[in-house]
């Protein structure tokens, strides 16, 4: 480490001790050696990872349901247990090939492990951590390159090669090699535990978080309010963070996420009985799978209320992963970075872990409850009768699958980002006005209103056209964006940051 | 007490748990569960039968039961206010595990979400409201200390007494999994009508008046 002479007394800087010394060597050594590789291929390995992800999941279900048919065919009639396996390879591949099943020879390798419960919860699990860790940094970029383009010039552009997308990998290897600063008058073991505080819980939000029909980790009977008291607690280890910086920009970051933070998860959570109380119970997959009739069956058209309950939720998701206008905690222009000024390094990319995080899951909350969740916006009746590869796959781009899921949610993403470089932010008071005075009278309203619909209307002739109605005009909005999108994007040469974009590399 | 709290909380851990596996031998529940009435399976519902006789159940349990005590402790031992809300989320968080590992997801859920993700949040938030530094100490006085020691002592031979003379049956009937929510909201409704409604009264009476004093004339 180069000390370089500067006029003033220089204290060396910290270096990493035991297990960290090592990670940021990993990291530092990957990095070097897939760089050169990566910004050489770029489009090539972009193009093979969306194939090969695709591949694998395709195999993965492929095993699954192999595996389902030799469980239930039960060749030997004992009990799946934890520890050991009931089935030998010799079995399973004498089932394969009594069902023609023509790479039997390398698959029955792959089957056996895959019956023991365990395994199965580690493949799981660790896929769970994947999606987790692969979400913020795929969404920081992305909110990079939307906030750029929002404010005409390109934003990140030239880790990588194409369009800087290996810019948060390379964020990555920075944070972990960064010192590890912690103030000499910061209360320190709350400093170092408060952002695994914020992390964990984000994380154990994903294990009954489904994707699809049969893509959860625990389908629980009460996801829905194991999820939300998952987004709550996050809020313990900002708070804990502000407090322990020992620092007043710190202190005010966290006081303010605490009030705002406790008063918005009433109207939330008020909102999103409205859809527990239609489906009529808290499992996320039921609640999911209710909503498999097409673009006219999801939650949100259901009656005005449930469609004024889903825009309340949505704005008070914002307040709850403080995202603009409420993102007061973190008000960079008036607090520094509010409750993680004295954070670096690899302790504050945790915060962000965090936070991307709980934009998924609010995101997916709003998807799975009121805009049918894996589902397209055809009625799930129409799928084709599974005989072949081609029509197992259709079904799964035109009906249901994870990706679709995925994909609404990163549009529900796409307008956190958008609406966060579009507005101001509100000053604290207000904040909290527009909770205790606006928001939690219309969740009300909502709640009560839905319940005498559900009494009276519903199932009658007027609910149903109120629904197409509503379903109608949620159609016409899309297709409006939609049709603003695409003529700003073919007219976006003509447009204010031209002469920005033409000077910059890769345009 | 010179002892740093985390040395002790490092020290006392293993020995609870040590302390623990003597004293209490385990149980091993083999009860066969019954299918839920919502069509989930069992193992849906995150729960594994215990093929390998309670093995990871007992170790979770101890493992739950060591954070309680632990963080309980460290609540008592420790001075700085809002280190002893951090440690009051250990325990709740355990409390709500614990739910988990007795099959009673519902509670373990609104244990969370309550105690862990409402009440302790607004705890730390009066004491960031009142304390003047993050070094406030908490200092007990003599007389507070024999006060609370004398309740602290009746309140646990209490539980003493109620440990050794009530019956713990190692067997249970029937263990209700999956409908367990549909049960207890039929129940709240029915059976429990009126003492639900008071409380909901009594929570009404709570906000009016804490809405009375914070107005400003």
Not at chain 2, 74 to 99: D, E, P
Request: proline letters at 4%; glycine letters at 8%.
């Amino acid at each position: 480490m180069t000390q370089f002479s500067v006029p003033w007394k220089q204290s060396p800087p910290l270096e990493h001790r035991g297990p960290a010394r090592g990670v940021v060597a990993l990291a530092r050594f990957v990095y070097s050696a897939a760089a050169p590789i990566v910004s050489r291929f770029p489009g090539l390995i972009l193009t093979s990872a969306i194939v090969f992800s695709t591949l694998a999941v395709w195999i993965h279900w492929e095993l699954f349901s192999y595996l389902e048919t030799i469980a239930a065919s039960d060749l030997n009639g004992t009990a799946k247990s934890i520890w050991g396996q009931s089935l030998t390879v010799g079995e399973i591949g004498a089932y394969l090939q009594s069902n023609s099943v023509a790479a039997g020879g390398v698959l029955k390798y792959l089957l056996w492990p895959l019956q023991m419960e365990l395994f199965r919860d580690i493949v799981g699990l660790a896929a769970i951590f994947q999606l987790f860790n692969l979400i913020p940094v795929y969404a920081i970029w992305w909110e990079r390159k939307v906030a750029g383009r929002i404010q005409s010039r390109m934003g990140p552009m030239r880790v990588g090669g194409w369009h800087g997308w290996a810019q948060s990998f390379a964020d990555g290897v920075k944070l972990v090699a960064k010192e590890d600063l912690v103030p000499a008058q910061a209360d320190g073991m709350l400093f170092k535990i408060a952002p695994y505080l914020a992390f964990v819980p984000s994380l154990l939000a994903f294990l009954c978080f489904p994707l699809g029909s049969y893509w959860v980790f625990r389908n629980v009977d009460v996801a829905l309010i194991f999820i939300i008291a998952m987004v709550g607690i996050e809020v313990v280890g900002v708070i804990v963070a502000g407090w322990a910086s020992n620092n007043k920009w710190s202190v005010y970051g966290a006081m303010r996420e605490a009030c705002q933070m406790v008063s918005y998860e009433i109207p939330m959570t008020t909102v999103l009985l409205v859809p527990i109380m239609t489906a009529g119970t808290l499992n996320m997959v039921q609640i999911g799978d209710a909503q498999s009739g097409g673009w006219f069956t999801w939650n949100a058209f259901h009656n005005p209320f449930t469609f004024i309950a889903f825009i309340t939720y949505y704005i008070a998701s914002l307040a709850n992963c403080k995202r603009a206008p409420f993102d007061l905690p973190e008000s960079e222009s008036e607090l520094v970075a509010g409750f993680h000024t004295e954070y670096s390094g690899f302790r504050w990319s945790l915060f962000f872990f965090a936070e991307y995080a709980a934009m998924f899951v609010v995101s997916g909350l709003a998807v799975t409850l009121f805009l049918g969740a894996w589902h397209t916006p055809l009625p799930s009746t129409w799928a084709f009768e599974e005989t072949s590869l081609f029509k197992i796959l259709l079904n799964g781009i035109l009906f249901s699958s994870p990706f679709w899921f995925i994909f609404k949610c990163f549009i529900f993403i796409y307008i956190q980002l958008w609406i966060r470089w579009t507005l101001p932010r509100i000053r604290i008071d207000q904040v909290l006005y527009s909770c205790v005075q606006v928001m939690f009278p219309i969740a009300c309203v909502a709640l009560v209103g839905h319940a005498v619909w559900m009494v009276l209307l519903d199932g009658s002739m007027f609910s149903t056209l109120i629904r197409w109605v509503l379903g109608l005009i949620f159609a016409a909005v899309t297709f409006g964006f939609l049709s603003v999108a695409a003529f700003g994007y073919r007219n976006g040469r003509r447009m204010v940051g031209y002469l920005a974009v033409k000077q910059l590399p890769g345009s | 007490m010179t002892l740093r709290l985390n040395q002790l909380m490092v020290f006392a851990t293993p020995i609870i748990i040590a302390t623990l596996v003597v004293i209490a031998p385990v149980q091993a529940a083999d009860t066969e569960l019954p299918q839920s009435e919502q069509g989930l399976t069992l193992s849906d519902q995150g729960i594994q039968k215990s093929a390998d006789g309670g093995m990871l159940e007992a170790l979770m349990f101890y493992i739950c039961a060591a954070v309680v005590l632990g963080s309980g402790l460290a609540i008592c031992l420790s001075k700085n206010i809002v280190r002893m809300a951090v440690y009051l989320f250990g325990t709740l968080a355990s409390v709500a595990l614990m739910y988990f590992l007795l099959l009673a997801n519902f509670i373990g859920v609104i244990q969370l979400i309550v105690y862990a993700g409402g009440t302790l949040i607004l705890l730390i938030f009066g004491v960031m409201l009142t304390s003047k530094s993050p070094w406030a100490k908490f200092d007990v006085k003599r007389n507070e200390m024999i006060a609370a020691g004398v309740i602290c002592a009746l309140f646990a031979g209490m539980l003493l007494m109620v440990v050794v003379n009530a019956e713990w049956p190692l067997e249970t009937d029937a263990v209700v999994v999956g409908s367990s929510m549909t049960q207890f909201g039929s129940a709240l409704l029915t059976d429990y009508l009126v003492p639900f409604e008071a409380m909901s009264v009594l929570l009404l009476v709570v906000m009016i008046g804490a809405a009375y004093m914070a107005r400003q004339e």
